[in-house]
């Protein structure tokens, strides 16, 4: 990444864009994978929340394990061109690093909501690699933006495959945010043979009492937290022909090893599809 210190706000201009009094899951899960780039309130957030489920940084782990398998998989399908959103925080074993270690040429776009990203970009694009590595800031929730900015740098060929990569955001979308439209519609604007990366944060696995505890940390951060069931991940990916082996907890989508005991039962579903 060719970044590995405290990332420190500008100006007061810069942090008043960040709210850095308010939680933000972005920097909550940096704080969960061991990051330094986080407020306070974000680490007296992160730990009410791990408080109330502590497998929040192993799950967190997990999930990024699950990112570099499912990109190094469609990678070495052929893909060669990311859309990477809601990122989050730059760390090591990000989806350019991954893509790029099988294929030099790849393109990856990030986009995400939070300044702070931004502040990053440099460290995201620097390096002597063939393929380009680029940061936007746009939201999720605004599909037709999100398009838009990408297709006016011409950053990416609309025409040809691309891989979405969704991982562990959508659950920052309330149902009224409709997740499934978004989704459909950022899967319309893209090719047939592009590829669907996605994680998503359950409940399922965990006592009502301890997901309302973590709701409700979340609710005061900058966007909540919704577990949907794993039906409900199923939904999201109607009319896509789902590889193998299924929506599953994190760990078991394709695990480069034999799973720990509990893997079964991790807060995470993730699932590798493609567009017909």
């Known amino acids: 990444m060719g970044y590995d210190g405290m990332w420190e706000p500008g100006d ?7 709210r850095p009094e308010i939680p933000h899951p972005a920097r909550m899960y940096d704080y969960y994978l061991g990051g330094k780039d986080n407020f306070p309130a974000d680490r007296e957030a992160a730990e009410r929340a791990l408080a109330a489920n502590p497998e929040f940084c192993s799950t967190a782990l997990a999930n990024r394990a699950f990112l570099y398998r499912a990109v190094r998989h469609v990678t070495r399908l052929g893909l060669d061109q990311f859309l ?6 730059p760390t090591a074993g990000n989806t350019h690093e991954i893509a790029q270690s099988v294929d030099p040429r790849a393109r990856v776009v990030y986009v995400d909501n939070d300044p702070i990203v931004l502040t990053h970009a440099r460290a995201l694009m620097a390096g002597t ?50 997740p499934d439209k978004v989704l459909r519609e950022l899967l319309d604007a893209l090719a047939p043979g592009s590829h669907l990366v996605l994680s998503h944060g359950t409940a399922d696995f965990i006592p009502t009492e301890v997901r309302d505890r973590v709701t409700g940390v979340y609710d005061k951060a900058t966007a909540p937290l919704v577990g949907r069931t794993r039906d409900q991940v199923r939904a999201l990916l109607e009319g896509l022909d789902v590889l193998d082996p299924g929506v599953v907890t994190v760990p078991l ?3 480069d090893s034999a799973p720990v005991p509990g893997a079964d039962r991790v807060s995470m579903y993730g699932a590798v599809a493609r567009k017909p």
Not at 12 to 18: E, G, R, S
Not at 139 to 156: S, T
């Open 84 to 89: 990477d959103i809601g990122t989050g925080i």
């Open 12 to 18: 007061a201009a810069v942090a008043a864009d960040l």
């Open 129 to 178: 690699t063939v393929g380009r590595t680029t940061v936007l800031q746009a939201d999720l929730r605004d599909p037709a933006g999100v398009l838009a900015a990408a297709d006016a740098e011409r950053l990416l060929d609309f025409d040809r495959p691309v891989a979405l990569v969704l991982c562990a955001v959508l659950h920052f979308l309330r149902d009224e945010d409709r």
């Open 253 to 255: 989508w394709r695990p």
